[in-house]
């Protein structure tokens, strides 16, 4: 069982900056893959970007490569989503998930296991 809760979302204007942190429970950490997915209003959940148990591979959806990065500390059973250059459509409620994996991770919700509640982040123009 791993229990995520998300911190760091906030109001921020375009082209400024936010670090999410998605602190998780567990003795387990690193055998999970994490991913940040977000929900716009009106919109489905999909996916932001991923990193796989040990740190080595990232992964990021096309609209964010270049702008935001993902990264862990296994020692603080912490993940992290540092997010430049920031655009009114970024603007949703942001969650972290695990999946129980050594695998690359999965880039669908339907592959996670456990989800945090959300931090919502509001990019104003």
């Known amino acids: 069982q791993v229990r995520l809760v998300e911190s760091g979302g906030g109001l921020v204007q375009a082209g400024g900056s936010l670090r999410l942190s998605c602190a998780a429970s567990?003795?387990?950490?690193?055998?999970?893959?994490l991913g940040w997915f977000r929900q716009a209003p009106g919109k489905e959940r999909s996916f932001v970007a991923a990193i796989n148990a040990n740190g080595g591979s990232t992964y990021y959806e096309d609209s964010v490569k270049g702008r935001f990065t993902i990264s862990r500390d296994n020692a603080k059973n912490t993940v992290f989503l540092q997010m430049n250059s920031l655009k009114p459509e970024d603007t949703a409620v942001y969650y972290c998930?695990?999946?129980?994996?050594?695998?690359?991770?999965?880039?669908?919700?339907?592959?996670?296991?456990?989800w945090g509640q959300g931090t919502q982040v509001t990019v104003s123009s």
């Open positions: 567990g003795r387990t950490f690193s055998y999970y893959a």
């Open positions: 998930a695990a999946e129980f994996t050594r695998a690359p991770p999965g880039l669908s919700e339907t592959t996670y296991n456990y």
